[in-house]
């Protein structure tokens, strides 16, 4: 009789057992992958068996997923197909889709990090934005069950942090590897950021196959003095500690502070001590700057003026505010502020004044007569030739302001200036304006000889402080002009490189010939000249093409550091935020991934 018992239980219980009907698919379930519970294609939650009742599926779909409520049925199957797609078929590809998952996700880590890096945000932003941002667009777009991957994925504050060290770690050693094996020149400058540290900025430019690379060797702050021996110091640490010769070495190019230049204690000093064979360049864009300088006592008063103008009206908001009313109908409606270390600013300060000359004037009369009583038509005829020149200034200044410029590059962009100096100056002498088209409009074309004298004065002191500064460079470049056209030079020009019968193979080949007037000299002694001529190349590329002619990627790096090294960042170490933020050369995120990988194993 028990055994009877039993066996109806047992019946009993095999009759109440429920299984996995195609009509759920209505609810979004499928068969889970063990056979007998029901499986959310939205969630991936899975249903006991006795749930399998539609009511207790629909009351999961209403309180759970009610956007899904009402849906066609083709909808759901094609969320069931996506999910029957990308499911393991078995335990073992469980384990290795959960560690493909895995390794996706620390990948995905370091190409967020490496984005907020090169957008030179906090770290944090990764898990107070960025994750929840992602999350909360694939729960709208994709359902929960792709916002659930988002969840893993490692963004945390000290996460970020370390994938950007190993990063920066990572480009910094492909790059060193890469200037190890041939010759490269150096330009570097050093600033003060907003904690009161000195960092000094290291770029080399380097050939990498045929092509003209640049990029940030190092950024280091000076804890102590910035004297040139301290500057050396730490560049040579750098240099020993990662096996970088001397050799390699072909130049360096750096702004004209004592520290750098000192014949006895300067940094170039010293790296000759150590390379003699390198070539050292005072930044020719500084050099413009300084020559740019000098101007006579009543000049320099009339740019004086023009600056405490401008300081008046900018100093409060209350004048900025009455300025811009009146500007109203202007392209511009407020003026900029002149600061000495910027390049540009004097020429941009001079033409923002001229546009608006009109409406400082009225400004003037209500709230500072004795300003007002300075913009005399003298004091406007001054400023007119003050923006023309410094116009023409500036002109020059940004042509030279590239990445790859070369010495031969920026003393073609002096000479022009020069000349354009010149031909001013001597149209001028003549009562000739047409070359200065805002100083004809304020004199009326009627220019008084003493303003005339000093004017021409002016420029003609300025071509000299241009051929002083330049010098030099015109030496270094005279003796070495066959660099520019081989084609033209002749066998004499090169006897002291014992070059003759290259430059001979030159010239008598075609194929050389036409790549050069398709190219240009720079592509063709980096593509053509090693395997043609490799002495006259060698000389052409370690004299003329590597060295940098400015310290206008340090100058460019500075305005990234200050993007990131804020007040509420000061206490941070941003080396690899900033390195990552400049550098050209691309992370090995696959092989870092892999170091990750094996140091968890162990």
């Known amino acids: 009789m028990a055994k009877r018992q039993g066996d109806e239980n047992a019946e009993c219980l095999k009759k109440k057992k429920r299984g996995y009907h195609e009509s759920y698919i209505e609810f979004g379930f499928i068969e889970a992958m063990d056979k007998i519970r029901a499986e959310c294609i939205f969630c991936s939650e899975k249903l006991a068996n006795e749930s399998l009742k539609p009511c207790k599926l629909k009351r999961h779909q209403t309180t759970k997923h009610p956007e899904t409520v009402g849906k066609p049925k083709e909808f759901f199957l094609r969320k069931r197909e996506l999910v029957v797609t990308n499911r393991p078929q078995n335990i073992k590809d469980s384990f290795n889709?959960?560690?493909?998952?895995?390794?996706?996700?620390?990948?995905?880590?370091?190409?967020?990090?490496?984005?907020?890096?090169?957008?030179?945000?906090?770290?944090?932003?990764?898990?107070?934005?960025?994750?929840?941002?992602?999350?909360?667009?694939?729960?709208?777009?994709?359902?929960?069950?792709?916002?659930?991957?988002?969840?893993?994925?490692?963004?945390?504050?000290?996460t970020v942090k370390d994938r950007i060290d190993r990063m920066a770690g990572n480009v910094e050693n492909t790059l060193v590897e890469k200037i190890k094996t041939?010759?490269?020149?150096?330009?570097?400058?050093?600033?003060?950021?907003?904690?009161q540290e000195a960092i000094l900025v290291v770029y080399v430019q380097y050939i990498e196959e045929t092509e003209l690379k640049q990029d940030i060797l190092m950024s280091v702050n000076l804890t102590g003095t910035t004297r040139g021996e301290d500057i050396f110091s730490v560049v040579d640490t750098y240099f020993t500690k990662h096996n970088i010769p001397y050799k390699n070495v072909v130049a360096c190019c750096t702004d004209g502070a004592a520290a750098m230049m000192g014949k006895n204690k300067g940094f170039n000093s010293r790296l000759k001590e150590k390379a003699p064979h390198c070539l050292v360049f005072h930044c020719m864009i500084h050099?413009?700057?300084?020559?740019?300088?000098?101007?006579?006592?009543?000049?320099?008063?009339?740019?004086?003026?023009?600056?405490?103008?401008?300081?008046?009206?900018k100093a409060r908001p209350v004048n900025k505010r009455i300025f811009a009313q009146l500007c109203e109908d202007e392209a511009h409606q407020t003026l900029l502020l002149h600061t000495?270390?910027?390049?540009?600013?004097?020429?941009?300060?001079?033409?923002?004044?001229?546009?608006?000359?009109?409406?400082i004037r009225e400004f003037l009369t209500v709230h500072n007569q004795k300003l007002s009583d300075e913009m005399t038509d003298e004091f406007l005829i001054k400023t007119s030739y003050l923006t023309e020149i410094f116009s023409l200034y500036n002109e020059a200044n940004k042509r030279m302001q590239a990445a790859d410029a070369n010495v031969m590059e920026c003393k073609e962009t002096?000479?022009?200036?020069?000349?354009?100096?010149?031909?001013?100056?001597?149209?001028?002498?003549?009562?000739?304006?047409?070359?200065?088209?805002?100083?004809?409009?304020?004199?009326?074309?009627?220019?008084?000889?003493?303003?005339?004298?000093?004017?021409?004065?002016?420029?003609e002191k300025l071509q000299e402080e241009m051929h002083?500064?330049?010098?030099?460079?015109?030496?270094?470049?005279?003796?070495d002009a066959w660099v520019m056209d081989p084609f033209l030079a002749?066998?004499?020009?090169?006897?002291?490189?014992?070059?003759?019968?290259?430059?001979?193979?030159?010239?008598?080949?075609?194929?050389?010939?036409?790549?050069?007037?398709?190219h240009g000299y720079k592509r063709f002694w980096l593509v053509k000249g090693p395997g043609v001529t490799p002495r006259l190349a060698h000389h052409a590329t370690t004299r003329f093409i590597l060295p940098f002619a400015t310290t206008y990627l340090s100058e460019t790096a500075f305005s990234a550091l200050v993007t990131i090294k804020t007040k509420a960042r000061n206490r941070l170490d941003v080396h690899s935020d900033f390195r990552l933020a400049v550098t050209k050369v691309t992370p090995d995120i696959p092989s870092l991934v892999q170091e990750i990988q094996s140091q968890s194993s162990h």
């Open 97 to 158: 889709k959960a560690g493909r998952d895995q390794t996706q996700a620390t990948v995905a880590s370091f190409e967020c990090s490496l984005l907020i890096a090169q957008a030179k945000k906090p770290h944090n932003i990764g898990e107070t934005l960025i994750k929840p941002a992602c999350i909360k667009m694939a729960e709208l777009l994709c359902g929960p069950q792709v916002a659930n991957k988002f969840k893993t994925l490692p963004l945390s504050n000290n």
């Open 340 to 359: 000495e270390v910027r390049w540009l600013s004097r020429g941009r300060v001079l033409v923002r004044f001229m546009e608006l000359k009109n409406q």
């Open 182 to 195: 041939g010759p490269f020149s150096v330009q570097l400058d050093e600033t003060t950021t907003v904690a």
């Open 468 to 479: 002083s500064r330049f010098s030099d460079i015109n030496e270094h470049v005279s003796k």
């Open 287 to 313: 050099r413009q700057a300084l020559a740019g300088k000098h101007l006579c006592e009543d000049l320099n008063a009339t740019l004086k003026t023009v600056v405490k103008i401008v300081n008046f009206i």
């Open 490 to 518: 002749k066998e004499e020009d090169v006897e002291y490189l014992q070059a003759e019968d290259e430059l001979m193979d030159i010239k008598s080949n075609s194929l050389c010939k036409r790549f050069y007037a398709e």
């Open 414 to 459: 002096v000479d022009a200036f020069v000349r354009k100096v010149e031909y001013r100056k001597n149209k001028l002498a003549k009562g000739d304006l047409q070359q200065f088209p805002l100083l004809l409009e304020q004199s009326g074309g009627k220019l008084p000889d003493a303003l005339a004298r000093q004017f021409t004065g002016h420029m």
